[in-house]
């Protein structure tokens, strides 16, 4: 720890300033006071090259442990200590007290007449800022001098050296950090408590190859780095720097010299905890939260995915119920949305971001949860409640582009470091942003490890990767001459390619159960695909584990969008899905993005009356739950809110206050989400067979006409459930389906119009016995009602 003058101004952002009668804000070398004082025995040491001395002072020397801390000279050890401010200096060690000369701007030295480097302490005197006549030893709350004459008062503090420990990062982790293979780089790079050489403190390190020198502030040093460069090591960039007594809730940032000489404060990359927004500064922690999640982590991987129920509840923490915390929110989230019956959670991007307003979709800490609702620890702590509520999390995860603050990534040590070193590669053209250098390996690997951390250290179960079109395309949102083709002439983007299969494979290989969700827009051949396995274009596949099915929601939201009596006209919208249903393994989302910017709530897509809107909206629901594919909702859906969603105030929970007239209504609606989930999750012709054309069939696909859908899912053992949704606003009598002749009955278990649901009671609630009556091309069917707007489930008896 480092005290300086309580004069100087130690909340100022930009650092604080030496000051000298020449004017404010101007640094001065201070003439050496006398060498009078030092202990005997101590001699004087060689003077600093006026160069080194120079370069330290700057903050742009690469190797200050090879001039500050003990070292061997003709005559003994020689000791220098850069201690701004300090007005003296005094070695300690066993037997042994030495008062080091002064040699001006900081720096005291002295060559000690011993034969080995001991272990020391440094006793650093500095002027209190009072008068011994004002100042007691309780009023500066150290030691201090006896004088009082109206001299200065001093306060000393017994710290140890910096610069007399031996790097803190092996040869290990510096090796794979020079492959970019550093599957934990977390462990190896940002901050990290540690005692070291018996002392306890934090190691400092930080990837900033391109920099002329890197130094440490915080509010341990009064954010003055001056008496704290970090020493370079080696070919790989790293810096690295221990500092004794700095713990746990310590804020910091590098004080970076660009290659220019300039100066940039910048955050940790790879800090794990930051400031509450706006304030970002990072913070040095550890974890210390006891996970109880065990038995949900030893059955997560017993069944692949897409063979398994997938029903997903998409939300916003900060807007979910504003202003709760982590730890609230592990209250109230896993009690919700267990009830509803949902599997999984999938949070919007968690990371820090400087900005709310991106929904964290503009990332500037990508190791460290947003510190606006808690610690790391707190976040750790609502993942495990969920998890023993027996949800998965799946959280969104942004690694295609980054916003240019000029206090995170953006030109980090002066260069382009983790942007694409050619503007017109690095810019993103829609958001304002810029995308990752994914051909480099270090910022591959800073991705790679990030997407395990988040999977090891906080235990999800999945990562839904935003944005992989963007990646995957160099012309993505560009024009003609705007983009250069790869070295095979083409448009994709072999680079984001390889990383995109490198992050798959690692996270599955280390990290059992877990699954990668891509949203990805386009017709990329082979998304879900096994990276091992090469398709018909030439690449391997990107191997994620599912893929957001965008053609689906677009064609359906469309389609459901229209008047009934015009939906025989776009009859197609609903039924094309099923041409590509097999290409991929799909989540069929009703996402965030669905539901803002003037596209509206899901309820206020829909035509007609209230009624009408509320019934669309539930045979709809019904028609996503049965189609082939897992299923995404956003919050506010799953009650039918009718407002768009706004990060500002969340979903409308009023509508389902009692004293609200149609709370009921909204009520309803939730009703049949929980009853979908119950239903679909103990139904395993729902989600078994997802990915396989064997668990489907169509009853009728063509009914344009009549606005009816009908098909078959078939389970592994080839259990059936017949799903038909009525997307005409009149009841159909006596309709016939043909049905598999094996089962003797069939009976409804799920109706969209149930009363209780807010619909018309309309029902089937007798056994369906099928009849000799060819249909469909099956020789049985059944007849059924229909009900208006809305879809039936039925299954054998």
């Known amino acids: 720890m480092t005290a300086?003058?309580?004069?100087?101004?130690?909340?100022?952002?930009?650092?604080?300033?030496?000051?000298s009668d020449t004017g404010p804000g101007r640094r001065q070398s201070a003439a050496p006071r006398p060498r009078t004082g030092a202990s005997h025995g101590v001699r004087a040491a060689r003077p600093l090259a006026d160069g080194d001395r120079g370069r330290l002072l700057a903050g742009s020397h690469h190797d200050p442990h090879a001039l500050l801390g003990v070292h061997s000279v003709r005559g003994g050890m020689e000791l220098r200590v850069l201690r701004p401010f300090a007005r003296s200096v005094t070695m300690l060690a066993k037997g042994l007290r030495a008062e080091l000369h002064e040699d001006g701007d900081g720096f005291f030295s002295g060559v000690l007449?011993?034969?080995?480097?001991?272990?020391?302490?440094?006793?650093?005197?500095?002027?209190?800022?009072?008068?011994?006549?004002?100042?007691s030893d309780d009023e500066i709350g150290g030691d201090t001098d006896d004088a009082s004459d109206g001299t200065r008062a001093r306060i000393e503090i017994e710290v140890q050296d910096p610069y007399r420990f031996l790097p803190s990062l092996g040869e290990l982790d510096l090796h794979l950090i020079g492959e970019g293979r550093h599957e934990e780089l977390w462990r190896a790079l940002g901050a990290h408590p540690m005692t070291h050489q018996g002392v306890t403190g934090t190691r400092f390190t930080v990837w900033a190859p391109n920099a002329q020198g890197v130094r440490v502030v915080g509010d341990f040093n009064y954010w003055?780095?001056?008496?704290?460069?970090?020493?370079s090591l080696g070919s790989s960039g790293v810096w690295e720097l221990f500092l004794p007594g700095v713990g746990e809730g310590a804020l910091y940032k590098f004080d970076i010299t660009r290659p220019d000489g300039s100066h940039t404060l910048r955050a940790d990359p790879m800090a794990?905890?930051?400031?509450?927004?706006?304030?970002?500064?990072?913070?040095?922690?550890?974890?210390?939260?006891?996970?109880?999640?065990?038995e949900w982590l030893a059955r997560r991987a017993d069944r692949p995915v897409h063979e398994s129920p997938l029903s997903v509840y998409e939300v916003h923490l900060g807007s979910w119920r504003p202003g709760l915390t982590y730890r609230q929110l592990a209250v109230q989230l896993p009690a919700y949305v267990k009830d509803l019956g949902f599997t999984h959670v999938e949070l919007m991007p968690v990371a820090e971001h400087p900005f709310g307003g991106s929904w964290g979709y503009q990332v500037t800490g990508f190791y460290a949860p947003t510190a606006r609702m808690g610690t790391p620890d707190d976040f750790r702590h609502l993942v495990d409640a969920l998890h023993r509520a027996g949800i998965g999390v799946i959280v969104d995860w942004v690694p295609a582009h980054f916003p240019k603050d000029d206090w995170a990534l953006a030109q980090f040590d002066g260069r382009p470091l983790y942007e694409h070193a050619d503007p017109a590669r690095a810019a993103h053209p829609d958001w304002g942003t810029l995308e990752f250098d994914y051909g480099r390996k270090e910022v591959r690997n800073f991705l790679v490890a990030n997407a395990v951390y988040w999977c090891e250290e906080f235990h999800i179960d999945g990562l839904r990767v935003d944005a992989v079109a963007s990646m995957l395309y160099l012309d993505y949102s560009r024009e003609h001459?705007?983009?250069?083709?790869?070295?095979?002439?083409?448009?994709?983007?072999?680079?984001?390619?390889g990383f995109l299969q490198e992050m798959n494979a690692t996270v599955y290989r280390r990290c059992p159960g877990v699954v990668t969700v891509a949203e990805e827009s386009t017709a990329w051949d082979g998304v879900t695909r096994a990276t091992h396995h090469v398709g018909p274009g030439g690449f391997g596949g990107l191997g994620f584990g599912l893929k957001w099915n965008m053609g689906w929601m677009h064609d359906s939201l469309g389609y459901v969008a229209h008047e009934p009596v015009h939906r025989k006209f776009h009859h197609n919208e609903m039924?094309?899905?099923?041409?590509?249903?097999?290409?991929?393994?799909?989540?069929?989302?009703?996402?965030?993005?669905?539901?803002?910017?003037?596209?509206?709530?899901?309820?206020?897509?829909?035509?007609?009356?209230?009624?009408?809107?509320?019934?669309?909206?539930?045979?709809?629901?019904?028609?996503?739950?049965?189609h082939p594919g897992k299923q995404l909702l956003f919050m506010g859906q799953e009650f039918a809110q009718g407002?768009?969603?706004?990060?500002?105030?969340?979903?409308?929970?009023?509508l389902l206050d009692p004293s609200y007239a149609a709370e009921a209504d909204h009520r309803g609606v939730r009703d049949l989400i929980r009853e979908l989930n119950t239903v679909y999750a103990a139904t395993p012709a729902l989600w078994q067979r997802d990915t396989v054309p064997e668990g489907f069939a169509w009853v009728v696909g063509d009914a344009a006409e009549d606005n009816v859908f009908a098909f078959l899912r078939h389970a592994a053992d080839g259990s059936p459930l017949l799903a038909v949704s009525n997307f005409s606003p009149v009841v159909r009598h006596e309709y016939r389906l043909g049905v598999p002749d094996a089962a003797q009955a069939w009976t409804e278990v799920l109706n969209t119009d149930e009363a209780r649901y807010g619909g018309g009671d309309v029902l089937n609630p007798d056994p369906l016995?099928?009849?000799?009556?060819?249909?469909?091309?099956r020789p049985g069917s059944i007849q059924l009602t229909l009900p208006p707007l809305a879809t039936v489930w039925l299954r054998p008896v």
Do not use: C
Not at 4 to 13: A, G, V, W
Not at 114 to 129: H, I, K, N, W
Not at 224 to 231: A, F, K, L, N, S
Not at 580 to 594: G, R
């Open 643 to 654: 407002a768009e969603w706004s990060e500002g105030h969340g979903p409308d929970w009023w």
């Open 224 to 231: 003055d780095g001056t008496g704290y460069p970090m020493r």
């Open 4 to 19: 300086r003058p309580p004069s100087r101004n130690s909340s100022d952002p930009d650092g604080p300033k030496r000051t």
């Open 113 to 135: 007449p011993l034969r080995t480097a001991p272990e020391y302490q440094l006793l650093v005197a500095y002027d209190s800022g009072e008068t011994s006549d004002e100042a």
């Open 481 to 497: 001459g705007e983009w250069t083709p790869n070295e095979h002439g083409g448009r994709e983007n072999l680079d984001a390619v």
């Open 575 to 626: 039924t094309f899905s099923m041409v590509y249903a097999y290409s991929e393994n799909y989540v069929l989302p009703i996402s965030h993005d669905e539901v803002v910017h003037g596209k509206q709530a899901l309820v206020s897509k829909m035509p007609g009356d209230w009624w009408q809107q509320r019934a669309n909206h539930r045979a709809y629901l019904g028609f996503m739950w049965a």
């Open 272 to 294: 794990r905890r930051t400031e509450v927004p706006p304030a970002n500064a990072s913070i040095v922690t550890e974890s210390h939260h006891v996970w109880h999640d065990e």
């Open 769 to 777: 016995k099928p009849e000799s009556v060819a249909s469909h091309g």
